[in-house]
């Protein structure tokens, strides 16, 4: 899948969906000071009722995300899937 692909896809997801965003609470992340948002999502895919409900750590010194938790369900079952996703940003420099 391409990067277009996959904001299509989010994309997609948003206009038939619903999202909701909250913050929850400053709180440090391996040392790091970063907001904690919890995030609830609900769309269908391929005929399914999908559900996602996560948390979201975001950097307060860059913005960027530092780690992501998400749980997936779908069909009345509360969770199936569960993801961590952790960032880390070392020795970044832009394309030449």
């Known amino acids: 899948m391409t990067a277009q692909d996959a904001l299509k896809q989010e994309k997609e997801k948003e206009d038939h969906g619903k999202s909701t965003c909250q913050f929850l609470r400053n709180e440090p992340l391996n040392g790091e000071p970063s907001v904690l948002f919890y995030l609830h999502r609900e769309y269908e895919q391929a005929g399914e009722k999908i559900i996602e409900d996560g948390q979201m750590w975001i950097s307060k010194t860059t913005g960027l995300p ?31």
């Open 66 to 96: 530092l780690r992501v938790e998400e749980d997936w369900g779908n069909q009345g079952i509360p969770v199936n899937e569960h993801r961590l996703t952790r960032f880390e940003y070392g020795n970044v420099q832009p394309p030449m």
